[in-house]
């Protein structure tokens, strides 16, 4: 009866609000995504396959060790920009992570430090504090720089991964990829209504509104279902007219 129906009327609010959600994240998402595609496309040779596969590395990475899509994204981007190369991009990556993880320094820094050394300016990485020989960093050697800093710290953020903090924090990551997922699934429903109010209804609305308000439109740039709408409009407006000219005699029937 009415409890029932206050349920399924609750359960339909709740489920309402989750694809809501869920659709605006995914929205978010892809806006992410299209803005690293594009930043590797533009530095890279990488292939339609290898960037989608940049998109898989960076979910199953988020999950993993507990860091955000959010986090790695600009991270990858800003490596990419220096590497020029997907899988080294990638490497980098990985090693910023296991930084990161260690030192407890924002990835966004580490990840900065680690590009400009792989261009050949080493300070920013130096001022990490991360132990590393002064004669290595004076030359510049980038190679030796990264054997030494993943013989140091690899695996760190894996290990980390572990804690009973960052599991939490992972769950809730996979949690809210699997809402993005189910927003992803709806965005094609909701491009489509957004199209067709766009393109359809806005149009529509306006000409009624003009019609209601007494502003006239150019006749010949309206669709048929908009000369339509303003004629309703003008019904409309005459017929509030009516009422306001004769408002006394209606409130002395009422």
Known sequence: GKKAAAAFAIAGAAITAFAVSAVKAAAEDEAAQ???????????????DQIAGVEDYITQTS????????????AFSRLVRSTNDVEEAQKLLNLALDLSAATGKPLEAVSNALGRAYDGNTLALGRLG?????????SGDFDAIFQQLNGTFGDFAENAGQSTQKQLERVQIALDEAKESVGAALLPVVQELTQFILVKFVPALNAFIDGLTGKKSVQGSLTESQKTAQEWGKKVRGLIDTIIEFKDELTIVA
């Open 34 to 48: 299209l803005k690293l595609a594009e930043t590797i496309r533009s530095t890279t040779k990488a292939t339609a």
């Open 63 to 74: 999950i993993a060790v507990g860091v955000t899509d959010d986090n790695l994204r600009p």
């Open 130 to 138: 991360l132990g590393l020989d002064a004669s290595i960093l004076k």
